[in-house]
Nanobody, 124 residues
Framework: QVQLVESGGGLVQAGGSLRLSCAAS????????MAWFRQAPGKEREFVAV????????YYAESVKGRFTISRDNAKNTVYLQMNSLKPEDTAVYYC?????????????????WGQGTQVTVSS
């Protein structure tokens, strides 16, 4: 069993930065693909970023490429999302997720475990 707990969300002005953290427990973390998704009010949950188990490979949604950076520290069982140059349209609940398979995936159906989410609000 894997438990994921997100933190680091909050209210920030447009152009600002936040760093989200996702602390994981369980054996699946160290080799599992980790991803961040987000869900804005009235919209479906969407893919944001994904990172391979060894941290070497990453992939981003076009909407965040160049502004967000995903990373992980397997020694701390934690994955991060550094968000810079935030825009009001980045406002959403951000979720981390893990899949035990080794292939990077952008579809939420491919992920086995999810956190409860952390709210990010960007004011204009």
């Amino acid at each position: 069993q894997v438990q994921l707990v997100e933190s680091g969300g909050g209210l920030v002005q447009a152009g600002g930065s936040l760093r989200l953290s996702c602390a994981a427990s369980g054996r699946a973390f160290s080799s599992g693909v980790m991803a961040w998704f987000r869900q804005a009010p009235g919209k479906e949950r969407e893919f944001v970023a994904v990172i391979s188990g060894n941290g070497v490979n990453t992939y981003y949604a076009e909407s965040v490429k160049g502004r967000f950076t995903i990373s992980r520290d397997n020694a701390k069982n934690t994955v991060y999302l550094q968000m810079n140059s935030l825009k009001p349209e980045d406002t959403a609940v951000y979720y981390c997720a893990v899949r035990t398979g080794g292939v990077l995936a952008t579809s939420e159906g491919r992920y086995d475990y999810w956190g409860q989410g952390t709210q990010v609000t960007v004011s204009s």
